[in-house]
């Protein structure tokens, strides 16, 4: 029986993989197609232009080679998206201080125009956790990134990096003051997504999500409508027994 379950098990999981890739492969085939489609009515445009004898081609030939170029480097970030989630190295787990890491995040970003961003440490003892350093840079890269991405332009913008005590070790809090996340984004923030939109969380949520599990920590938000969003990072407290 044990080993009848035990089969059943990893046929559902291959069966959960499978068809997240085919969900995966079926957003990556759409939102390829989105920028193909202005990208051939932009050589068109410029096809009847130059037969046409237009004369104002080399106005306009600017304009129309700052689109395709646009779509280029939108297709570019889709195939580099898909790429970093299909080749997630294995981590290289060591003892590695938190604090440190979110400081080389916060540096990496606080010279964007138009948002502050502070960061805290409101710990008396040093942060360290069992991790692999690179990921979990990425990880609060990724999620100062998406912060940065929900705030609208017309708003000032204020993003709080905090570290604290937590119930399994600590806690890091992303906390923004952007467009806060819809109920029905909120409900597949940590589901596969390929995305073109400046706003969308794309496949790096996905990512820390892995990662952070990876490590027996946990990852979750808290979101309200136009007033921002804050996401929340725990991990356990590095244990050299």
Same mark, same amino acid.
């Given at each position: ?38 990208? =051939? ?10 037969? +046409? =004898? ?7 030939? *600017? ?9 280029? +480097? ?6 580099? !998206? ?11 787990? #060591?003892? $590695? +201080?938190?604090? !440190? $890491?979110? *400081? ?26 069992? !991790? &692999? =350093? ?39 809090? $992303?906390? &923004? ?22 706003? %969308?969380? %794309? ?14 920590? =946990? ?5 309200? #409508? ?16």
């Amino acid at each position: 029986m044990i080993m009848e379950l035990t089969k059943s098990a990893e046929l559902l999981a291959k069966s959960e993989r499978e068809s997240a890739w085919r969900e995966m492969a079926k957003q990556v085939a759409h939102e390829i197609k989105n920028p193909l489609t202005p990208m =051939k009515l932009s050589v068109q445009h410029l096809q009847r232009m130059w037969n +046409d =004898k237009d004369p104002e081609i080399e106005q306009k030939l *600017q304009r129309i080679t700052n689109t395709l170029i646009e779509q280029i +480097d939108t297709l570019s970030s889709i195939a580099s !998206a898909f790429s970093s989630f299909a080749k997630m190295p294995k981590p290289t787990s #060591e003892k $590695v +201080d938190l604090d !440190a $890491v979110l *400081q080389n995040t916060i540096s990496l970003f606080k010279e964007i125009d138009g948002t502050t961003i502070n960061y805290t440490n409101h710990l008396s003892e040093k942060a360290f956790v069992f !991790a &692999d =350093k690179e990921q979990l840079l990425r990880v609060f890269n990724n999620l100062v990134k998406n912060a940065l991405q929900c705030i609208p332009e017309s708003r000032r913008g204020q993003i709080t990096v905090s570290l604290n005590a937590g119930d399994i070790g600590y806690t890091v809090t $992303v906390n &923004d003051n952007g467009s806060g996340i819809s109920k029905e984004v909120a409900e597949k923030i940590f589901t596969p997504n390929f995305t073109t939109k400046s706003t %969308g969380m %794309g496949l790096g949520l996905v990512m820390a999500k892995n990662i952070v599990e990876n490590f027996d920590g =946990k990852i979750w938000f808290t979101t309200e #409508e136009e007033k921002g969003s804050a996401f929340y990072v725990e991990l356990p407290k590095y244990n050299s027994v």
